[in-house]
């Protein structure tokens, strides 16, 4: 099984609300990560965890808040969004993060996020 | 700090023609390099890897191939099908913690 999944497919959410992404794989990898994507861009990378732990931040607004309550599990907490934060929100595996060969990443179907 | 480019950024082909694409990196020192095809509003799906060491690597009708020296990677899609029109992604692995970094994709349309 090469899949990551990700919950939901479409959120729409106003700058007060408080929502979450979910991403889940069954590959036994042990580096997860998140993407943003807007229209016609490359995605940009936001957080890297390796063995549950948080390795990269981006330099991401606080706004969103990673959590990482497995190994299998990744989720992105959303809170006073703004508008220019809609994009297309991308959650990947790897077998592991940093040099060599085990790192080819697999990439989830994306949350197309709107915020009113 | 590696920068990945494809150029053109748009591609249109008749059905059944054989096509490359290019992506070129300016940092030779990589891990690898992955191949990606988006559909529109869809996630990445993930073609090909090509290891440092590596020349080529195939799968079905495609073939990439990487010469690390120059710094240039190609994506060779064979006898096109209107069902290969997507964004095609290229990104490498470099640096210390391997992060990927993006080419701005092509967009190729394989007309009927």
């Known amino acids: 099984d090469t899949e990551v999944t990700q919950t939901p497919k479409h959120l729409v959410m106003g700058m007060t609300n408080k929502k979450s992404l979910k991403c889940e794989q069954h590959?036994?990898?042990?580096?997860m990560y998140w993407y943003k994507q807007k229209a016609k861009k490359p995605p940009e990378l936001m957080f890297v965890?390796?063995?549950?732990?948080?390795?990269i931040n981006e330099s991401v607004p606080s706004r969103f808040s990673p959590e990482c309550p497995n190994s299998s599990l990744l989720n992105l907490h959303l809170h006073a969004l703004q508008p220019e934060d809609s994009a297309l929100y991308l959650c990947a595996s790897s077998w592991s993060f940093g040099q060599g060969a085990y790192n080819e990443q697999f990439f989830g179907p994306g949350t197309r996020l709107t915020v009113l | 700090k590696q920068e990945v480019t494809q150029i053109p950024a748009a591609l249109s082909v008749p059905e059944g023609e054989n096509l490359v694409l290019n992506c070129s990196f300016t940092d030779s020192a990589i891990y690898n390099l992955q191949w990606f095809r988006q559909d529109p509003g869809k996630g990445l799906t993930s073609l090909l890897l090509?290891?440092?060491?590596?020349r080529e690597q195939t799968s079905g009708r495609l073939n990439a191939s990487l010469d690390k020296s120059s710094g240039r990677s190609t994506l060779y899609i064979a006898a096109s099908q209107p069902g290969d029109s997507a964004t095609y992604l290229c990104a490498v692995h470099t640096g210390a913690n391997s992060k990927l970094t993006f080419g701005k994709g092509i967009t190729l349309s394989v007309r009927p």
């Open positions: 965890y390796s063995y549950e732990k948080l390795s």
């Open positions: 590959m036994g990898h042990r580096a």
């Open positions: 090509i290891q440092s060491s590596q």
